[in-house]
């Protein structure tokens, strides 16, 4: 699935995890960390396939969007003003209108029309992203998922279609 850009092996990055995150700060050095070890400096550059959704996803994007070269593919479960009614303030929204417009690509994966079910749609979207990637970066508690599609059933469908995972086990925001 790699492919190579300006002379460089472009890894594609798929991101999951949850939508509240405990200690922002320290999860983004850590993702940092495992971009360092995944990009090797400078000789691989990184293309994030994301839906875009609050938490996991944004910090990730937002930390591979400042490798030099990066991508970012937008790959939604919904269109986006369906799926902008999730997000809880209008700062989110904000911050998804702006990483939307720095997109290169934007696909809405498509409904399965037996069902308008919004979990299965985010299932979709979840299984779709490890279908394109390379690796998937995993900001996970270790818990079961909460929901169908949730964190724990994209990291098994990728284990299950030998899609590399790298988990950062983290403390989700809303546990006490």
């Not at 479960?77 to 209008?90: N, S, V, W």
């Not at 949730?150 to 990728?158: E, L, M, N, P, S």
Request: glycine share 10%; charged share 25%; aromatic share 4%.
């Amino acid at each position: 699935m790699s492919d190579t850009v300006g002379g460089a092996v472009n890894v594609r990055i798929g991101v999951c995890g949850h939508r509240s995150l405990h200690d922002p700060a320290q999860i983004a050095a850590m993702v940092d960390l495992l971009l360092d070890r995944l990009l090797d400096a400078g000789t691989k550059s990184a293309t994030v396939v994301s839906a875009l959704a609050e938490g996991a996803d944004r910090l990730v994007v937002e930390r591979v969007l400042q490798r030099p070269g990066a991508r970012l593919e937008a790959l939604l479960p919904l269109p986006a003003t369906d799926f902008e009614t999730d997000f809880g303030t209008d700062d989110s929204l904000a911050e998804f209108r702006a990483l939307l417009q720095r997109a290169g690509a934007i696909e809405v994966v498509s409904a399965d029309p037996t069902t308008g079910d919004r979990l299965a749609a985010y299932e979709r979207a979840g299984f779709s992203m490890v279908d394109r990637v390379d690796v998937v970066i995993a900001l996970w508690d270790g818990e079961p998922s909460r929901g169908r599609g949730g964190t724990a059933d994209v990291i098994q469908y990728a284990l299950d279609h030998d899609v590399l995972v790298e988990v950062l086990l983290i403390e989700r925001g809303d546990t006490p």
